[in-house]
Structures are given as structure tokens and as C-alpha cells.
């Protein structure tokens, strides 16, 4: 147990970088003081790239924001959601931790800035005729990764289940077939995408991978799970040079958690899709998405407080590609750290102080930032729980809370995305890196 | 920075003891202000070998034909060595008063493994127009009081009690029938005692026996199936009677005399449904038991599907 004891003297500098005060709202006061910011001229591109995605007939956003209309109508709201960094909904530390992220949802200072003087100065709309084009957008019951990728090569739908409009919990989990394989191949990203009335219920919707055995039984052969969705997460993308195997012979076990909300769907269908590496693509690596568990008896008493931890190290190299921290309605933050037990270094990896489990994000390393883990080098993953009024998602303060699988339960894993490493790999990976050093990551083992 | 030696120090779980150090103010549903993360009091080790509290737990609700409901309700003793007999009286009791006397008072030692709650172990029912009114579990230790609120307008807290739909059945690999995955409260009977025919959660007469200090007293379930709720779930209920469920069946004391644990031989046990389970409960006090059989098709975590069975058993020297 020495090394842990160093674990905390680290802790005592990273700790504290990592729970810094939360983010500052942006005054926006050089801009307004300038007097130019207006809808046509700034604001409506920002909307337009960053809120309508959702924010628009048919979106998931609770209103449309289109128009110049519509924008200054919620002008006030717009400001206070995004002066806090509530929205766009990607809720990821900035002060602390690897910044450089695929598919990162989040504005920076300047365009906060920007937002909040034009909200100040009375959401001005300019000369309309300088207002950019309208965006187009793909329909929302879309692939959300054919953007990037095109349509997916394969998809597996559950089969339709009716959602109740209230009562307990759900689970589906039909077992299908994958069709459409010839030969075994590599997975390049995965999405999973539930109906678009589907979307407000799916809790979470969670694959193992099956294979006939030698008796022509189905096992699981995905060892842990094969994909993972939870609150409106976008997918999943294999790094280059890494492989995770799809069989031709293969079947998906899926595991729908719905959580009705007030509504019936009839006949709600999730669906897999995968995009694939061409055949003959022979990977470098071998990636896979594990299951963390946390350590550490999760029980909250009526208003109070809970924390989690757990360590994870291994006897070869690996490189952390992606961080997803799971939990229920009483999490509130969570981070991972790296501990290097050779230099007492602890680093703080990633932070989400202000989680919610209605927007699971998978974080995705840029690739020449995902953190290489040397062998032996702990990973540290911690959960906060609050269970007080103050958690804006407490459905009953008053309640003790216990593990489950249930929302109203609590749970304690995170799901990262790692490439297994060989010690040559490794080295060579480094090496990459040095020849190609990152600005912002500082000089570490783990970098 | 003393906050942060506090966080740091509770990762080698020196500091874990200070569980359950819930203030009287939380304790009574007060409001205290948002203190930012790294000034709040984490924990990380409730569960010990013993020493530790009985804590309540509110499972849920459902409503019963009828228009009554049933507040289920279960516990979690945080002790895997210790077991508890706490009487009903000031250390263990339900407000209102008249909602008082369904609770257990024994509260078995949690055991080695993955530490997992007793899941409603009974229910509290309740007239229709309960509106928004609280049924308090109150459980004292060491004097301080644990309690949790049963009440029917936490809508998130609405439970499945008799069938649920989780389908795991692989059958036709690619068809997976609403019903034949569903799982469902099995009907259970006591054969060897006098009872009705029990299912589901809560509402459940226990079933009457008499036995003897130390002579072992055989206890057999019926188990089968609730009917098929429509004409094509019944055809594959037929199907499937060739394919009997796994079920699994669960012994406690539930209540009984102080100090006096009961041997089940076996206390937890597989069985095909339909189908029978037998058991030996041996008691070393005189006095009057109830035992509790929870026959699971389902899983506890998820809430659904499971009888209480319960068997009233009076002792003799």
C-alpha cells in the first residue's frame, strides 16, 4: 500500500488544480462596451453552428431557435445557459485536464462573450441583410455520424417494444442477428441511435456481442460490453491504426433501459449502426471499450453525500482513448487521474464537476493527446454523488439511496476506451510524440 | 488546502469511518446551502463486518386493483457479520401509528460478496386517497434515528409489482416475445402450513405452522405460474412449459424473539417453475416467527418480479 500512500501527497497539487472554482461566467463587457455585437452580424452564426443542431423544428431542444425571432424571445434564458456552460450540453472542466477533444460541444470565452453582450445590449438584431445564409440540417431521425462517414455499412435494429407512459423502469433485450457480414471485420465507429420519440425514455441502450459456440449455443463474446449508449451520446470512433472486431457470424444482445416520462410509444425501435474499415484492413492495435468499476460501498443518506474511486493498472502499456463517466441521477462530477508510482507524479486526466446523467458525453482524446499509460501506472477514477436539494436532477432528497440499476438508483462505473499497447508500441508512440510535441499538454510521463 | 489533505486522505480510506455522519438537520429534510465540491464530506466505507446501522429504504410504489397502494419498502444492514433483532416499539417503528406493525425486526448480517440491499421486504398498504401524505419507516441505533418517506406522489418512484417486461429469452434468436421474455411474480403456495395461495409484493396472508426448539421444521413452496394475461401469451406460456423458468427462492427470519437466528437449510436455493422447493428452518428459542420466502423471477435491482411468502410460526419449547 506504499504506492498509494504517495497517492496522496500528489493529490495535495492535483486535487486541487482539479476542483478548482467552477467556470466564471464571461461578461461579454468588452464587446457591449463596443456596441457592435447584433443578431444579423455575430449571433446568428453562433446559433446556427453550435444550438440548432437541436434547437429547430423537429430537434431535440425544447424550442427552435431559427429565427431572430425565436432568439429574442429566449434571448435571457439563451444568456444564462450559455454564461454557466449549460449549454450547447457538453459538460467537461476547462481548467484542469486534456482539452483537446473530437466532437467538443463547447463554446469558447470569446463566444460566450459575444453571446452575453448581445443579450446585454438588448439582442439587437443589425441589418438583416447581413444575416448568413440558413443552415441546413440533416433530418433528425438521421445517422448522426453520416455527416462524417456516409450512411452506416451495417444495422442492427432491436425488435419494436412498446414504452408504457409512466410505471417502472423497462429493459428490452431482444437478441438479433447481424446481417449483411460476409467476412469478419473492423469497426471504425459506432452509433447508436434510438427513435426520435424514443429519445427523451432511452435511459440507456447497451450491446454484448454474441457468437455460436462449438454446441451452437450463443456466449458473450464480447468479454464486458460491445457498445454502449446512454442520454443522447453520439457514438463511438475507433482510432486510426486500432481494431475492434465485428464476426460475420456475430449477434447483438441488446439491453434497452427506458425510463418512461409521461408519454406511450408504440412499437420503439433502437438501432446499431456501424461503420466498417474496409475489407482487409489489418489494425495496429487492439482497442476496446471497458467497463471501469469504482470501488467504495455507494450508499447516500437523506441529504448528504457520496464518493467513489477506483484504480486500475496494468501489466503492459495502454493508451486511454476516450473517458465516459457513468452514474444516475445523484452523480454530479467525476474525474480520472493517471498516478505514476515511478515519479509520485498524479495528473489529472479529465474533470466533469457538473455531470448530469441525461447528457452522457464519450470524451474523445485528440489522437496525439490520448494519454499513453506505462506500465504499472495507476488510473484513478473518482465519482461524487450528492443527494442534497441543491442537485438539480434530485427526484427525493428525503430518500437513502442505494446501488441499482434503476435511475432512481445509483451506479458506478465509467466506460473508457482503450488501445492494449505492447511495450515496443508503446515506445514507439512516445517517440511520435516527442518528435511531435504537443503545445498545451505539459511535459509528463503521461503525455 | 486542509480540504483537499480531507479528499485525499479518504482515498486511502483512512478517514471512512465517518460514514452515516448525516447531521440532525439533514436528517429532518433541511435545506443547507450549496458548499462547493471540494468542501463537502465524501465517504467511501459504510459496510463492516459489524457496529453498523440498519438503514431503511423506500423501494416504490404500485397500486393495487383495488385503488389502494402499496408503499414497498426494504433495508440495508451495513453489516456482513453482524445480524440484528431490533423490536417494533421506539427503535423500529412507522408513522403514522396506524400504519404501524408491518415491519420486520430481524435484519440478517449482510454476508461476504456483492453487498446488495434487502429488497422490499414488505409493504405498508394504503387507501386510495392517501394524496400526498408520508409513511415514515423510522429504524434507531446507537441513538440516531434513520428514516426514510414512503408516499405515492414521488412519480419516479412508481414500481412494477406483478409482471415486467424484460425480455431475455434468446429462443428464435431472432423473435423475442413481449411475453414469454416478461418476467412475472410467481403464484406460491405453503404447502405444509395453512395459507392462501400468495403473489406479488405485498398483500400476502402468512401461511400458519408449528414446530419445536431444535427438531428441524420441513417447509415446501409450490411454485407456478401467474395465468396468462391474453389468449397469445397463454399459447406461449404452453410452449414454454417444456422450458421451465429458473426462479430463485430466498429465506429470512423476518421477525421473531431477540437473539434467536434461524437456520434455514437451504436459504437460498434455484428451483424450475412450476415446481416445488423444500426447506428446513431450525429455531433455538421458543416463541412466535414469521419467515420470509422471496421466490425471484426477475431481479431485485430492477424492481421486479418476485413473491413474499410469508410462514407464521409458532415455536414450543
Redesign the interface.
Known sequence: MSSVRIVVRASLVTASIALVALPHAATGQEASERGEVTFSEQVATLIQENCQVCHREGGMGPMPLTTYDQARRYATRIRAQVASRAMPPYHYDREVGIQELEYDMRLSDAEIATIVAWVDAGAPQGDPALMPPPKAFPDPAEWRMAEMFGPPDIVVPTTPYDVPASGNDKWWEPTIKISGLESDRYIRAIEVKPSVAGRRVVHHANTNLMRPGDDGELYNASGGRFTEYAGNKLGEIVPEGAGRLIPADGWVEWSVHYHPDGTAIEDDVTELGFWLYPEGYVPEFESKLHSWPLQGDLLIPPNGTAMTQGFLSFDHPIRIDSYQPHGHLRLRGASMEIFHPKTGEREVVSMVSNWSTWWAHSHIYKENVAPLVPTGSVVILTHWYDNTENNPYNPAPNQWVYPGSRTNDEMSHDWVGVTHLTEEQYEELVSLRQARPVASAPDSPGR | ?SN??R??????GTAACT??A?TP???S??????P???Q????????RDSGQPV????E?WYQNPDGTYDLCFGF?N?NRAESLDVPRGPDNFIEPARFDGAQPTHFTALGEGR???EFCAFVVNVPADIGDQRVWWNLRFAGRT????GHVT???????NLV?????A?EE????R?FA?AEAAPLVRVVDAQGPEARGKGGNVPAQARARVGAPLRIRLQISRPPAPDAAAADDARRDEDAPSQQSVKWTKFSGPVDAPVAFSPARAQVSVPGEHSVQATFVRPGEYVLLAQVLHG?F????CWTNAYVRVVVDP
Open positions: 488546502m483537499t489533505r479528499l485525499g486522505s479518504k482515498v486511502i460514514l452515516l448525516a438537520a439533514a436528517l429534510g433541511q435545506i443547507v446551502p450549496r462547493a465540491l471540494e463537502m464530506d465524501w465517504k467511501i466505507r459504510t459496510i438503514v431503511p429504504a423506500f416504490g440495508f451495513l453487498p446488495q440491499r434513520y428514516r426514510v418517506p414521488l412519480r419516479p418512484y412508481m414500481i412494477d415486467n417486461s424484460v425480455g431475455a434468446m434468436f431472432e423473435v423475442n413481449q421474455g431481479s435491482a430492477n424492481q421486479c
